[in-house]
């Protein structure tokens, strides 16, 4: 594995820096620089002339085909499948991995540590925005010296091959310290605001009403970044690595961590406003910690009123509460209901009410 940018192909110095080759086997895991990386990636739901993601079960035939077939992108790959087998890669070159998995991942395109979603009057998911929040996403973790960082980040480093966003010109992401995402040190060497945002970025709901102008509907924290887990050492049992990345969502430490990392980035993305009426900080870090949230009148839950089964009907009750126990309300309900994918990204809508 080479990358062009990092290391020109006569020099070797760098191939004893865990940094540096785990950063080029970032890149070179994902084909999506044209540089006959490892996996060509698939989110369609269609694919022919290729293996389906969830039907691989090793890395091995993935390097043996890739080798046989002249090097060729492998088809297909989604993040589990990359992490699988960057896993396998560095783990061959001597260099300790794992993967990690999180769920309800944040993928934070603009850098703001925001996720930003928009609906129109109707409730229906509009396609204003490129952030999104993944039902669970999977990378890995390299454990080495960073000696371009100091001593106290030592340890586990954050590394995803997934192609997502680029990194110095290529799409490759880490390698991250924990330790310094955790404490909200997001300046630091590799792609901290992206890792950070991933288990951090605060939910920002919009309305884009008929006239184009938008209103904020909802703006919430502690929904991401969920059960964050790897293989336990010796067992096949869950290992809980939530706490190495973050403090408790809600409590002092969190909050903090999350304003420091926030005004360090103020000087490179500014999310204090957003079109239309809404002109406030939306950010929960804040100095005065408040949100442009309007107060809510009315509370509502869907109830599965049974088991639901793949292929079958879905039976729901909404239960609405009215929060202004002072007066009675007439409400009109919106439903709009489509399939997505577990990037959230939406395939068909399938009814409204």
């Not at 091995?60 to 080798?67: R, S």
């Not at 949230?293 to 049974?306: A, H, R």
């Not at 007066?327 to 068909?348: D, E, F, G, H, P």
């Amino acid at each position: 594995f080479r990358s062009p940018s990092d290391q020109p192909p006569e020099d070797g110095s760098h191939r004893s820096n865990p940094v540096s080759v785990s950063r080029v086997i970032s890149a070179m895991v994902n084909s999506n620089d044209g540089d006959n990386g490892l996996l060509q990636g698939n989110w369609s739901g269609v694919y022919s002339g290729g293996t389906h993601p969830g039907s691989w079960n090793g890395s091995v035939a993935i390097l043996q085909q890739w080798g046989k077939g002249n090097y060729k992108p492998v088809k297909y790959a989604q993040c589990w499948v990359y992490a699988g087998v960057t896993c396998t890669v560095l783990r061959c070159l001597g260099i300790p991995a794992r993967v990690i998995t999180n769920f309800n991942s944040a993928h934070d395109t603009d850098g703001n540590l925001s996720v930003d979603v928009y609906y129109d009057e109707s409730g229906k998911a509009l396609d204003e925005s490129s952030d999104s929040i993944w039902n669970f996403h999977v990378w890995n973790e390299v454990y080495f010296v960073r000696k371009d960082l100091g001593a106290a980040y030592d340890g586990w480093q954050a590394l995803d091959a997934t192609p997502q966003e680029k990194s110095a010109g290529m799409f490759r992401c880490g390698p991250a310290s924990v330790k310094a995402i955790k404490e909200g040190e997001v300046k630091l060497k590799f792609d901290g605001p992206f890792v950070f945002a991933e288990m951090n970025a605060d939910t920002i709901s919009w309305i884009q009403h008929s006239n184009g102008e938008t209103e904020v509907m909802r703006c919430e924290f502690g929904t991401v970044g969920k059960f964050m887990s790897t293989k336990a050492l010796g067992s096949n049992a869950r290992e809980d690595v939530t706490a190495k990345y973050k403090y408790e969502d809600g409590s002092k430490m969190e909050r903090q961590v999350f304003a420091k990392a926030f005004n360090i980035l103020q000087g490179r993305v500014s999310c204090l406003t957003r079109g239309g009426s809404a002109a406030a900080d939306t950010s929960r870090c804040s100095l005065s910690n408040t949100t442009v949230t309007p107060k809510s009148k009315i509370s509502g839950v869907f109830k599965d009123n049974e088991a639901i089964l793949y292929g079958e009907d879905i039976n729901l009750t909404l239960s609405l509460k009215n929060l202004c126990t002072d007066q009675a309300k007439n409400i009109t309900v919106n439903i709009c209901a489509s399939s997505t994918l577990y990037t959230r990204r939406v395939m068909r809508e399938i009814g409204r009410a």
